[in-house]
T-cell receptor, first 117, second 108 residues
Framework: EAGVTQFPSHSVIEKGQTVTLRCDPI?????LYWYRRVMGKEIKFLLH????????ESGMPNNRFLAERTGGTYSTLKVQPAELEDSGVYFC???????????????FGEGSRLTVL | ELKVEQNPLFLSMQEGKNYTIYCNYS?????LYWYRQDPGKSLESLFV?????AVKQEGRLMASLDTKARLSTLHITAAVHDLSATYFC????????FGTGTRLKVLA
């Protein structure tokens, strides 16, 4: 079974440019999360999808960030325009619905490292 | 707002030694998760602790949860170099809050 995949693994852009990150969750996982880790600091929650709906986007830093999950499958996270402080590693994770027998355990992708110059 | 603190942040230890990593959290939660991350890799699930008093063991690692104290521990027994990684705890249901991570380096 394929794990969570993210693309690109590394992106280097200039301030003001646009970047789109993509995440393909594990097939059948309704829950999809985006997290960000900046310069070795804590992993911060950005948002949570349940299927195609945004369940919680309280962690999105500002309106330069736009996440979508059309059709409830893969998700994209667009940063437009990018600023220096957006640099970091963006992790995507997915999980099954929290019901009896399912623990809420997250399965992570390897992350997309974004460098804004 | 839920806050999760880990300590220590950095841990350098000799092979064969024992040590404990602590994870404290600020509000009630019955679910706590431990993850391991190797450099440049994804986070790998280690333990899922779902109730007060839960104890899980895998190899040289043992995790426990005390929901009344809002504390989880990850105990390392007779460390080996392969355990060198960053360890994170995470708390919550759906919106998971992660600790700051503990970077462990086991010296041969």
């Amino acid at each position: 079974e394929a794990g969570v995949t993210q693309f690109p693994s590394h992106s280097v852009i200039e301030k003001g440019q646009t970047v789109t990150l993509r995440c393909d969750p594990i097939s059948g996982h309704d829950n999809l999360y985006w997290y960000r880790r900046v310069m070795g600091k804590e992993i911060k929650f950005l948002l949570h999808f349940v299927k195609e709906s945004k369940q919680d986007e309280s962690g999105m830093p500002n309106n330069r960030f736009l996440a979508e999950r059309t059709g409830g499958t893969y998700s994209t996270l667009k940063v437009q325009p990018a600023e220096l402080e957006d640099s970091g590693v963006y992790f995507c994770a997915s999980s099954q619905t929290l019901t009896r027998g399912y623990t809420g355990e997250l399965f992570f992708g390897e992350g997309s490292r974004l460098t804004v110059l | 707002e839920l806050k999760v603190e880990q300590n220590p942040l950095f841990l350098s230890m000799q092979e064969g030694k024992n040590y404990t990593i602590y994870c404290n959290y600020s509000t009630t939660s019955d679910r706590l998760y431990w993850y391991r991350q190797d450099p440049g890799k994804s986070l790998e699930s280690l333990f899922v602790l779902l109730s007060n008093g839960a104890v899980k063991q895998e190899g040289r690692l043992m995790a426990s949860l005390d929901t009344k104290a809002r504390l989880s521990t990850l105990h390392i027994t007779a460390a080996v170099h392969d355990l060198s990684a960053t360890y994170f705890c995470a708390v919550g249901t759906y919106k998971y809050i992660f600790g700051t991570g503990t970077r462990l380096k086991v010296l041969a």
